[in-house]
């Protein structure tokens, strides 16, 4: 998501959430990717409030951005509520401008 010069992107967010998790209808469902809020942010604030869930959160502070010196924690895991994150990491890489995010998912007992 790219927000507008200076702000958050709150409504780019909030569509998003909403996208995802109609599309999903109730199935398990991960939003993941350069989301460009970080975890305290209004941007953020949007997914969860839609009812999803930071993969991540055990593992913040966890920075990806810029892969050289990461600073920021702008790349997300989000899940729908049942999924559970485990064992995130962010290893070095030079692939891109940002480093990968990997998090073990595990669906919900059946």
């Not at 055990?58 to 997300?76: G, K, M, N, V, Y």
Request: aromatic residues 4%.
């Amino acid at each position: 998501m790219q927000p507008p010069p200076g702000r958050e992107p709150v409504v780019q967010a909030r569509a998003v959430a909403s996208f995802a998790l109609g599309y999903a209808a109730g199935r398990p469902l991960v939003v993941a990717g350069d989301l460009n809020t970080e975890p305290d942010a209004p941007g953020f604030a949007e997914f969860t409030r839609a009812g999803l869930v930071d993969a991540l959160a055990a593992a913040r502070p966890l920075p990806t951005s810029p892969a050289d010196d990461p600073r920021e924690q702008i790349d997300h895991v989000l899940v729908s509520p049942g999924l559970t994150g485990a064992d995130a990491v962010a290893p070095r890489g030079t692939a891109s401008d940002h480093l990968p995010v990997a998090v073990t998912l595990t669906l919900p007992p059946a």
